[in-house]
Structures are given as structure tokens and as C-alpha cells.
Antibody
Framework: QLVESGGGLVKPGGSRRLSCEAS????????MNWVRQAPGKGLEWVAS????????YYIDSVKGRFTISTDNAKTSLFLQMDSLRAEDTAVYYCARELELGAFDVWGQGTMVTVSS | SVLTQPPSASGTPGQRVTISCSGG????????VNWYQQLPGTAPKFLIY???QRSFGVPDRFSGSKSGTSASLAISGLQSDDEAHYYCSTWDDSLNGVVFGGGTKLTVL
């Protein structure tokens, strides 16, 4: 099971840190991802981190602004979001990666609204 | 979206419907395709991975296939609770990231 938290209302240019807590499995065994969905729109992959933390990838639109990480205990996933823009407004889901690009376990999502 | 899906599809109960997902050589043509079902207001549900493998608990009414740079999701014996949005996804070697289709809204008439 995955449970996200940290969403809320943020002003443009502001920051927000999302968390995703796992239960029933360890991040040590899986790559983890963040996927977002703007209101009324489709799914958009945001970032991924390999089980070892060695490989990290981002969609171009968030490079240099977002940072994906895990804690040392490998039970929590984070997404540090800086320099937020209105177009970052979305429900953010964390997802476990069963194999390359295949997300078998999803959290319930946390809403981030970027607005003045 | 990098992957192209029809925005809508429909069928009557009991019917078979297919949803297509078209990409290119750097994504669908080189990597396996996955499918998700999303009911309104809920998180996506994992349906199909590795082109044609059903996730645990997914009924065999759902099947996936791929040929070249196109993939398809087929739903047979359509039921009213199949009404949802369906998304395809895969890894893109050029973008170094996961790409999703724009989604298909399935209506059961």
C-alpha cells in the first residue's frame, strides 16, 4: 500500500514537499515513480528513482525544479517541488514499478494547486 | 501525447471492444506496453503489462496485444462497470522516461 501526503495550495514560485509512505514492501526492491494528473486531463509521468537510488529520471518540464528521493530506511518516497507554476497543478500519485514503465501499485493521490 | 489513443470508444453489454495505442520506434516499437483503467475520482488500476500479461485479479475478459509500433487492449463480454478511462504507457528510449497515451473514455451503452 502507498499513501501520499503533502498536497495543498501553493503560490506560484513557491515550494512543496510531497511524501509517499509504503507498507507491505520495501523500496529497496523496487523503482518508484511520481505520476501526475491535471484536472480533467490524462496521466503524466513526472519522475522515477531506481531501487538503489542510482538512476533518477525526470520529465523535461520539471528538470531543475523537482527532486525525487527516498529516505535511508527506504520506506518513504519524496518529491521536492520548487519554483512551482500554475501548470504543475495536479493530483500527484506515487507508484511502484513492477518492471520498466509498468506501475502495479498506486497511492490514492494528493492534490497540489498552484495559484495566487 | 507521445502515444496516440482514440479519445472515446463505446459498446453494448456483452460486446467486444478494442482500444488502440499508437507510438513509434523509440517507445512502443522498442519496449513493452502497459494498460491502466481509471474510474472517476480514483487512482489508476494496473491491468496489463509486458504487452499481454494480466495483472493479478484482472479477469481474462481483458487482453493486450502488440504489433510493431501499435498496441491494443481488448475487452470482451463488456459490462457496465467497465465504463472508465483507459491509458496505455511504455518507456521511451529517446526521452528517457515513461510516456502515456492521452486516454480513451469507454462508454457502455
Amino acid at each position: 500500500q502507498l499513501v501520499e501526503s503533502g498536497g495543498g495550495l501553493v503560490k506560484p514560485g513557491g515550494s512543496r514537499r510531497l511524501s509517499c509512505e509504503a507498507s507491505g514492501f520495501s523500496f529497496r526492491d523496487y523503482s518508484m515513480n511520481w505520476v501526475r494528473q491535471a484536472p480533467g486531463k490524462g496521466l503524466e509521468w513526472v519522475a522515477s528513482i531506481s531501487s538503489s537510488g542510482t538512476y533518477i529520471y525526470y520529465i523535461d518540464s520539471v528538470k531543475g525544479r523537482f527532486t525525487i528521493s527516498t529516505d535511508n530506511a527506504k520506506t518513504s518516497l519524496f518529491l521536492q517541488m520548487d519554483s512551482l507554476r500554475a501548470e504543475d497543478t495536479a493530483v500527484y500519485y506515487c507508484a511502484r514499478e513492477l518492471e520498466l514503465g509498468a506501475f502495479d501499485v498506486w497511492g490514492q493521490g494528493t492534490m497540489v494547486t498552484v495559484s495566487s | 501525447s507521445v502515444l496516440t489513443q482514440p479519445p472515446s470508444a463505446s459498446g453494448t453489454p456483452g460486446q467486444r471492444v478494442t482500444i488502440s495505442c499508437s507510438g513509434g520506434g523509440s517507445n512502443v516499437g522498442s519496449n513493452t506496453v502497459n494498460w491502466y483503467q481509471q474510474l472517476p475520482g480514483t487512482a489508476p488500476k494496473f491491468l496489463i503489462y509486458s504487452d499481454n500479461q494480466r495483472s493479478f485479479g484482472v479477469p481474462d475478459r481483458f487482453s493486450g496485444s502488440k504489433s510493431g509500433t501499435s498496441a491494443s487492449l481488448a475487452i470482451s463480454g463488456l459490462q457496465s462497470d467497465d465504463e472508465a478511462h483507459y491509458y496505455c504507457s511504455t518507456w521511451d528510449d529517446s526521452l528517457n522516461g515513461v510516456v502515456f497515451g492521452g486516454g480513451t473514455k469507454l462508454t457502455v451503452l
